[in-house]
Each structure stands twice: as structure tokens, then as C-alpha cells.
């Protein structure tokens, strides 16, 4: 027998179940219905908001704001050129520095450590992740950076002095110090997500390379293939987390508008000028012309991050 | 098997238990009925034209191999597939003559308890606030109701010996046959009038099995009891009449006695002398 | 041995791949020292640094002049928890309340829709959100507070909760739900009474997570609280934070306020190690409770 064949009476109506409702029911259901809009309204309110409020600086500047690397207050000639570049340098070089060490983590804590020490370091990572950014950057400027002035760049300058990323005055704080205090912090985030999307291969696939004679490395390098895409979609997330971070950068990058070749210079990162000049910023323009490089900031974490999610999603969601 | 779309209810000899095609509303005898009534889970047929008449204080069972649409139908009677993604009812049922969507689904739930195959108390409740549950979340608020609620169903259900010493313990304490004779008593503390079992002894010990099937048979007297089993058995034992599913049909609906001994259809027979299933 | 060794002769690949093998599992687990290396660093140096300067005084006193040696936090302190009190007025609710509808109201694609905007949300730098608080509060009261701060703070903590309390209620098994509704119980009140307490100790320690977030975010709170040297209670007025404090302190010249500092910041980083050990705790028992 055909299920076609089948006739069907009509429907029991869920419209009509659903109107003999309580009312404590509509309602409540259109509540969190409701604080689940105010969710979607709000990032869309931020956007519109810090568009509106850089108003002034785009009409004034247009496309050479982003070209421009004169930022002087005084003149009210504003560009934003090094701090995109410093942006742009810090972060990538954090991922750089990174990306290697966490994917390294990531296999070390799901692959390799028994339990017994997978809980306790798990842990201590998660806990990276938690720590204010203020810490990070009071320590950079007290330890890391005194450390980077006396050991590692000296170091980096007899080693590969001849290449001019690691040419010039040695300070300790600046570009490089910035990427690793970066590095430091996006870590947690990079493993964590590598973590989540190798739990989502399945181990069926872990066993078919062991049993065709494969190394343990051999094995974890096929999972490791197998969730690229999720661990590029974690990589962009600590980029993301990168791009955006305020406090520690602003404390050890140096703070200071220029575009140079050696990472031993200082320099100035987008979210740093706002937390610097933003509190005591005099005119309609100044002001606004920080909160466009916030709407910069805002417009490209939004990128990477939604670029990132569909990476993740694209490998968590198979299972 | 051809004729499916139009099978009675009940094809009994005896007496009382006859349909009509038609629903009658003078009729107080009949707990329940369904016309016509099929399940669809996104496009796929569940149950396909249920039709059923169960008496008042009477026990019916039904039996089948699994996924032959028994708990489907079960849950479709307090309207549990709600909360289902792509879950679609079709047809009419009938609660004590009012059609289930005169009422809402509250006060119908109130009315047609339900006991789930896994005893299911609430976690952060202890044991008195189970049963005391679906009164004090319907807003009732007496201490001296709640104390003799608890008593009398805790009693009934041959529990309140066992726990009354730690009535403030956590539900989750008890052992799995307590926690589904619980179950019950919370399930009866709201003063239903049908309750629909579904498979409630199959996670259970034998002797938890025994002492709720007891219960069962007691309960006739108050309740009007639908109870889905996997055990033949057990529908044997307990129930007054026995429906048959078979592929999301209802193969065959007739006294228990009847079903087992004398069955009217042939798939009936096979099934039940273990030809299959 | 000879013999076998003849017979079974590898082949000289397999000694590479082995090679490769013990270097790469051996690099994945230097990867894992220096990862925590660092926060072994930070977490002793704080402590180290900052016990030393954490006393009473720390928690009960004000801030002292320039030159004169002492003092402590208290402003700051109470600032901080003013400015998470009313980010939690904000963030509690709309976060426990989306994440209620996302786990217990939505369809597939509106849960993905907010769950995606939820993650947008938490990957907005925190400066921004300070801006966000700036452009709405701040301009039209004609002055930096409490309220703006909080307000920023109350964003920042919204994605956190929404997550934790749409994951915790996925955890409650939808049986719980069923026998709850089976008593003629509304839906509502199956939510909020069954499914939401028997998730509460999770979304508890979420929220206890988000803030430890919001205690130590120090960018949105620099032109919306701004900070404050004095004893200011008042919501529509500037407002010490700890944070802002550590920060106004760690870039200052003097030596007495970096200890102070050291110590606000050893306070912050109890208050996180604390928070993730509890909430530790919590999950590992929700987890064997459920098996």
C-alpha cells in the first residue's frame, strides 16, 4: 500500500491550539521573543551610531583618511594610515608567532597528554583567556619589555641585524613586544577553537590511519588536514581578537604615529589612539575622526569575525 | 488489510463497544476516542487513521513491534508532539466527548496525565515537592493540601512507607522503581481523569514491574488508563482490551482476552504467537 | 635479533616518518610549556608584587596625594562594583532572556540568526562598546558616569550570558520538560520553573564568568565612568574603577603607586582564578551527574 493512497483527515489546527494559549504564555514567549530582538537591534544600533558619529570626519577627509598618515590635532589634519599599519602589523605578526603554538597545544592537550594532565593545563589556559588585558600590558611594560631590551632583541640584532625588521634603537617596548604580548593572548582563544573542531573528526578516521600503519603523528597531521578549515576560522577569530584589543597594546607599543620598517620602533595601534585621545579630545573633528577609526576597527573585526564563525561553523556543524 | 482507512474501532462481539462512524455526544461511557487520527512527522506518515474507543475506568493496552507508531499515538492523545520540530496531527479526538481543541492544552494536560518510559522527576526537586509539583506550579498555595496530597498519593502509590522518613531528600535518590512509582503519584496528584503510560516498566527491575502493574489494576477504579507495553504479557495481564499497531496501523482492536486467544486478523495471530516482531 | 632485524629491515622511510613522529610530538609539547610558561610568569609575578602591598588599608582607604606614602583602593573598589551592578541590571536579563528563546522558542534558522549575531556581538572590541556608551550616554548628559560605564559593561556581559544559558538549557533533557507540561503545567512556567532551575547552576557560573569579564575591562570604561580620585557614589557622575586605577597607576612615574597597583591587579586576577575554578567545579559535577 501507497502512503499517496492514504487520505488524511484535515489537520487538528496548531493555529487554534495555539490561540487557546494562556495568556502568561504569549506573553512570556513574546518576552524573551522581544530581548532577543533588543540582541540583534543593539549591534545593529552600534553600528549605526558610531556611523552617525563619524559623520563629520568622512565628509571632511573622505577616502584619504585611510591614506594619510598626518594625524596632528593641533592643525586638524587627521589620517590614520600608521595606526591601521600598526593594526594591521601587530596583529598579524601575533597570529604568526601564534597560530604554530596553538595548533601545537591544541594537539598536545587532544591527542596526546593523558587526562590527568589535560584537566589541570586545560585549566591554566582557559585561565590565559580570562585574565584582564590591563595585566597583560602592566606586565609587559615591568617584565616582558625590560626582558626584550636586555635579552631578545640584542639577540634578534646579532642574528639577523641585516634585515631591517630588526634594525634601530632597542627600546623594549614597541611593534615586536606588542605581537608577542598579542600572541600571548590570542593563544588560548586559537587552541581552544582547534581543540573544538579536531573533537568534531571523528575518531573512526584517527583509527583507519593507525590501522594502515600510520605514525601517531602521521594520524593527528590527517586530522589536523581534515579540520583545516576550522582552524583557519580559529586563527581569524584570534585575529579578530587581535585587531581589537585595546589596553596591553596601547601599553607597550610605544605610542607613536609612524610607519617604519623595524619592529623595533615604536608605534600606534587604531584601539590605542582611542583609548589615548579620546578622553581629552578638544574639537568636533578630533572626536570624530577617533570614533571613524572606530568604525574601521568595527567594520573589519566584523568581517573577520563573520568570515571566521562560517569557517568554524562549516566544520562543528557536519556532526 | 485493503479496507484499513475505514476499520472500526473495535470489532468485539460483545455488546457495548461499537462505532457508530459518527460521533456521538451523548455518549458517557467512552473516555476517549479518535476519528481518523494520523501522525506526520515532517512528510512522513507516523500513524495513519487511528481509530479507537476506550471505555471509562477501563485498562487498553497497545502492543506492536517497535517503531510501529504506539508511542506516537500515545503522545498524540495530550498533544506532546506540541513540542516536536515538524510534528503534524491530523483528525479528531475526542476527550470525555469534548473535542481536544475545545479546551486549551493546559487544562487538557490537567485532565490526561502521562507516565514516560524513563522515570523522569525533577532533578532539584526532593521528593515531596515532586509530587506536590503540578499543584504549587499551578499556583496553589496550602501547605495543609500540599501535606495531605503528598500522604494520600505516596500511599496509593505503596510508597510513603518506604520514603516518608526523608520526604525532603532529592528525588534523584531513590532507585529507579521508586522514582517511576513517584512519577505516578505526581502524575496523580493533579486529579486526571485518563492516564497514558508509555512503556513505564520497560527500564524497570521485575519486581518494580510487578508492584506497578498492581497499581495499574487498582487504578481502574478511579482512572481511565491507555498504556503502551512491548511486553505481551504484560498487556495480558493488566488490560481489558488490547489494540495491535502494525506499521503505523491499527491492525486490530478487541478485548485482550480475545486478541490473544481468538485474534480476528492473521497478522494478529503471528505477532502475538511470535511468528515475528 | 641479527635475523629479525635483517628480515624486517625498515625501510629508510619508516625511520624518517618515525623521526618525524617522536620531533613533531615533541615540538606539540614544548608548544605546550611555553604556552603556560607566560601565565605562570604573570600569575607568580602579580602575586609576588602584589601581596605585598595588599592590606586592609588596600580595601578600606582612599587614595593618597602624590608624595605621601600609603593609602589604598577603596574608591576604586566600590566604583567597580557599582559599575558591574548596573551591568548586570542590563546584561542578566536581555542574556538569560535570549538565550530562554533561543533554546526554548526558536525555529532552526532564527536560533542560528541570533546565536550569530550573539557571537558578532562578543568578537566587537570592547573600545567600540565604550564609544557605543560614549555616543548614547555620555553626549546627551553632558558628562561622563556611572551609568555610561555600567551601560557599556552590561553589552559586554550580554553574549556571554546568552550562550551559557542557551547551552546549559540544552542540557536539561527535554523529559524533564515533558513530565512538567504531562501536569497541565503552562509553558511558561515549565521554562522558568523546571527547565531554567534545573540549568541554574550553570547559568549561575556563566554568569559569574561574564563578571570576571566585566571586572576587568578597563577600554570601554575610559571615557564613559572616566574614573574618579574621590569618594563618588552617584550613578550620573564619574566613577573610580579598579581597572581604571591599575592602568592610571602601572603608567604612572611613582614607585608606591605600582605597588598599588600591583596589588589591585593580584585582586583582579583572584577574583578570575576563583571564578574559573568555580566554574570548573560546577561543570565537571553537571557533566558525571548526567552519565
Known amino acids: 500500500m501507497q502512503e499517496s493512497d492514504i487520505k488524511i483527515s484535515e489537520e487538528i489546527s496548531t493555529k487554534e491550539i495555539r490561540s ?27 553600528a549605526i551610531e558610531i556611523y552617525g558619529d563619524s559623520a563629520e570626519s568622512i565628509e571632511h577627509f573622505g577616502f584619504s583618511f585611510i591614506f594619510s598618515s598626518d594625524w596632528n590635532p593641533v592643525t586638524e589634519k587627521f589620517g590614520a594610515l600608521a595606526f591601521i599599519y600598526g593594526t594591521i602589523v601587530s596583529s598579524i605578526l601575533a597570529l604568526l608567532i601564534s597560530l604554530p603554538v596553538s595548533i601545537g597545544v591544541a594537539v598536545f592537550l587532544s591527542e596526546i597528554v593523558h587526562k590527568s594532565v589535560r584537566t589541570p593545563v586545560s585549566f591554566l589556559v582557559e585561565i590565559l583567556a580570562a585574565i584582564p588585558s590591563i595585566i597583560y600590558g602592566f606586565w609587559g611594560i615591568y617584565v616582558l619589555a625590560p626582558f626584550m631590551a636586555s635579552t631578545v632583541q640584542p639577540a634578534l640584532s646579532s642574528l639577523f641585524g641585516f634585515l631591517p625588521l630588526f634594525q634601530g634603537p632597542i627600546f623594549g617596548t614597541g611593534m615586536l613586544t606588542a605581537s608577542l604580548i598579542l600572541a600571548i593572548m590570542i593563544t588560548p582563544i586559537i587552541s581552544s577553537i582547534t581543540r573544538d573542531v579536531l573533537k568534531a573528526i571523528p575518531v573512526s578516521q584517527r583509527e583507519a590511519a593507525y590501522a594502515l600503519g600510520a605514525t601517531r603523528w602521521e594520524a593527528i597531521k590527517m586530522a589536523l588536514l581534515n579540520a583545516r578549515s576550522g582552524i583557519l576560522g580559529g586563527a581569524v577569530l584570534g585575529l579578530g581578537r587581535a585587531i581589537g584589543e585595546t589596553m596591553a597594546v596601547t601599553m607597550v607599543i610605544g605610542n607613536k604615529a609612524q610607519i617604519k620598517a623595524s619592529l623595533f620602533e615604536p608605534a600606534y595601534s587604531m584601539a590605542s589612539v582611542i583609548a589615548n585621545e579620546f578622553a581629552e579630545a578638544s574639537g568636533s573633528l578630533h572626536i570624530s575622526s577617533l570614533i571613524e577609526i572606530g568604525l574601521l576597527l568595527f567594520g573589519v573585526t566584523f568581517i573577520v569575525n563573520t568570515f571566521a564563525r562560517i569557517l568554524i561553523y562549516s566544520v562543528t556543524r557536519k556532526t | 488489510m485493503e479496507n484499513d482507512t475505514i476499520i472500526t474501532d473495535t470489532i468485539d462481539d460483545s455488546e457495548d463497544i461499537h462505532d457508530s462512524g459518527k460521533h456521538d455526544t451523548a455518549d458517557t461511557k467512552t473516555a476517549l476516542r479518535t ?114 496530597t503528598v500522604e494520600k498519593n ?113 497478522l494478529t495471530e503471528e505477532y502475538v504467537t511470535g511468528k515475528f516482531g | 635479533m641479527e635475523l629479525t632485524e635483517k628480515k624486517f629491515k625498515m625501510p629508510g622511510n619508516i625511520r624518517r616518518r618515525k623521526l618525524v613522529n617522536s620531533v613533531m610530538i615533541i615540538l606539540c609539547v614544548i608548544a605546550g610549556i611555553i604556552t603556560i610558561l607566560p601565565l605562570l610568569y604573570i600569575f607568580f609575578y602579580t602575586t609576588k608584587s602584589g601581596i605585598t602591598s595588599l592590606n586592609l588599608d588596600f580595601f578600606i582607604n582612599m587614595p593618597k596625594p602624590v608624595g605621601e606614602e600609603g593609602g589604598g583602593m577603596a574608591n576604586a573598589i566600590v566604583g567597580s562594583i557599582i559599575l558591574i551592578g548596573i551591568g548586570s541590571l542590563i546584561g542578566i536579563p536581555v542574556g538569560v532572556m535570549s538565550g530562554i528563546y533561543i533554546s526554548e522558542y526558536s525555529k532552526n534558522i532564527t536560533a542560528f540568526i541570533i546565536k550569530f549575531v550573539t557571537d558578532i556581538l562578543s568578537g566587537i572590541p570592547s573600545i567600540i562598546i565604550g564609544i557605543f556608551a560614549y555616543g548614547l550616554i ?150 558525571s551527574g548526567n552519565q
Open chain 2, 35 to 148: 476519528i481518523n487520527l494520523s501522525v506526520k512527522f515532517f512528510d512522513k506518515l507516523a500513524i495513519k487513521n487511528i481509530n479507537i474507543r476506550v471505555k471509562k475506568n477501563n485498562v487498553a493496552a497497545i502492543i506492536g513491534p517497535s517503531g510501529c507508531g504506539k508511542s506516537t499515538f500515545l503522545r498524540s492523545i495530550n498533544l506532546m508532539h506540541d513540542l516536536t520540530p515538524g510534528a503534524k496531527v491530523y483528525g479528531d479526538i475526542y476527550v470525555h466527548n469534548e473535542h481536544i481543541t475545545d479546551n486549551n492544552v493546559v487544562d487538557l494536560r490537567k485532565k490526561v496525565g502521562m507516565v514516560f518510559q524513563k522515570p523522569n522527576p525533577f532533578p532539584t526537586m526532593s521528593i515531596y515537592d515532586n509530587v506536590a509539583a503540578g499543584l504549587k506550579l499551578n499556583g496553589i498555595r496550602n501547605k495543609s493540601l500540599f501535606d495531605e
Open chain 1, 20 to 46: 487557546k494559549r494562556k495568556p502568561g504564555d504569549i506573553f512570556f514567549e513574546n518576552l524573551t521573543l522581544l530581548f532577543a530582538l533588543l540582541l540583534i537591534g543593539l549591534v545593529l544600533f552600534i
Open chain 3, 138 to 287: 555620555v553626549i546627551n548628559m553632558q558628562r561622563f558616569s556611572a551609568l555610561a560605564g555600567g551601560f557599556a559593561l552590561g553589552i559586554l556581559m550580554i553574549p556571554t550570558i546568552t550562550k551559557v544559558t542557551e547551552e546549559m538549557l540544552k542540557l536539561v533533557p527535554q523529559s524533564i520538560r515533558e513530565a512538567s507540561l504531562a501536569l497541565g503545567v503552562s509553558r511558561w512556567k515549565t521554562v522558568l520553573r523546571i527547565a531554567l532551575t534545573t540549568a541554574s547552576s550553570g547559568i549561575i557560573t556563566g554568569i559569574l564568568l561574564a563578571i570576571a569579564r566585566a571586572a576587568g575591562e578597563t577600554a570601554p570604561l575610559l571615557f564613559t565612568a572616566f574614573g574618579n580620585s574621590f569618594w563618588q557614589t552617584e550613578i550620573d557622575q564619574p566613577i573610580a574603577a579598579l581597572p581604571l586605577q591599575i592602568f592610571a597607576y602601572a603608567i604612572s612615574p611613582y614607585e608606591d603607586w605600582h605597588r598599588q597597583a600591583w596589588a589591585g591587579a593580584f585582586v583582579l586576577i583572584l577574583l578570575v582564578f576563583v571564578i574559573n575554578l568555580i566554574v570548573r567545579f560546577v561543570t565537571r559535577n553537571k557533566f
Open chain 2, 154 to 266: 505516596l500511599t496509593y502509590t505503596g510508597l510513603w512507607d518506604e520514603v516518608k522518613d526523608r520526604l525532603k531528600s532529592p528525588a534523584i535518590s531513590l532507585s529507579g522503581g521508586q522514582q517511576q512509582r513517584l512519577c505516578i503519584a505526581r502524575t496523580i496528584a493533579v486529579k486526571p481523569e485518563i492516564i497514558l503510560m508509555d512503556e513505564p516498566t520497560s527500564a524497570l527491575d521485575p519486581v518494580s514491574t510487578s508492584k506497578i502493574e498492581e497499581l495499574i489494576i487498582n487504578f481502574k477504579k478511579h482512572y481511565t488508563i491507555i498504556i503502551v507495553t512491548h511486553n505481551m504479557q504484560q498487556a495480558g495481564r493488566i488490560s481489558d482490551y488490547t489494540a495491535f499497531f502494525y506499521l503505523g496501523k491499527l491492525v486490530e482492536y478487541s478485548r485482550t482476552r480475545r486478541l490473544f486467544t481468538n485474534p480476528r486478523e492473521k
